[in-house]
């Protein structure tokens, strides 16, 4: 069985009405109450998206993420009451697609899940970019685009969706300064993104690109504006 969504949340409550909300609003969506029965479910099932519960009991929706992402691509929308930015930068740095903080709207929380599922149900889709089945080099980093993967000293880095997504954007818009607002509508395709969830991808190009990331050559902060990949002309 294929579902849009899976929603993991140890609050039966919230996690069946939010469920059913999103059915209702033409979303299909199934949710489990904990980190085992999350488990059982992907073994069996797909889904698009996942909504993940930082706390789950006796279990850690951190931990259930990096498992999770051992196998899995498809993004995670970490869902929390907690609202400190240590937790945020953990759940963006292990994989997570971005930080939604309770008590949410349904209405909000409906609309970032449509607009994320727009980006990534249709996997075949073709990414548009000049560069598309070439390699494309940044430095020591070659980036390609047809494995969606970057190459230096040797090794291969596999990019998430979002950073796939994210660096194709800078490759045909390079040598341009981009706000962070262009972001937020080309490639997120909505304005429900928090700054921290944007500076957390560019940091992770970053490693996977620059040979200092403290000190980046190619991807550039343009200090009030957004960010910039500057290459040779």
Known sequence: MHTSVLIIDDEPELAEYTAKYFNVS??????VLNADDALSFLKTNTCS???????????????????IRNTMTVPIFFISARSSEDDMLLALGIGGDDYICKPYSLGVLLAKVKAALKRYENSTAKSPTADDGRLTKLGNA??????????????????????????????NNKNRV?????FFEKVWETDYVSEVTLNVHIRH?????????SRPV???T????????????
Do not use: Q
């Open 49 to 67: 998206l996942i909504l993940l519960d930082i706390n789950l009991g006796t279990d850690s929706g951190f931990d259930l993420c990096r498992e």
């Open 142 to 171: 070659s980036v390609d685009l047809k494995k969606a993967s970057i190459i230096k000293n040797d090794k291969s880095f596999l990019l998430k969706a979002m950073e796939y997504k994210l660096l194709v954007y800078l490759l």
């Open 218 to 220: 190619f991807i550039k």
């Open 205 to 213: 190009l970053r490693e996977k690109i620059e040979d200092d990331p």
């Open 178 to 182: 981009i706000s962070k607002d262009e």
């Open 222 to 233: 343009v200090w009030g504006i957004g960010f910039m990949l500057e290459v040779g002309t």
């Open 26 to 31: 033409g979303v299909p969506a199934e949710y």
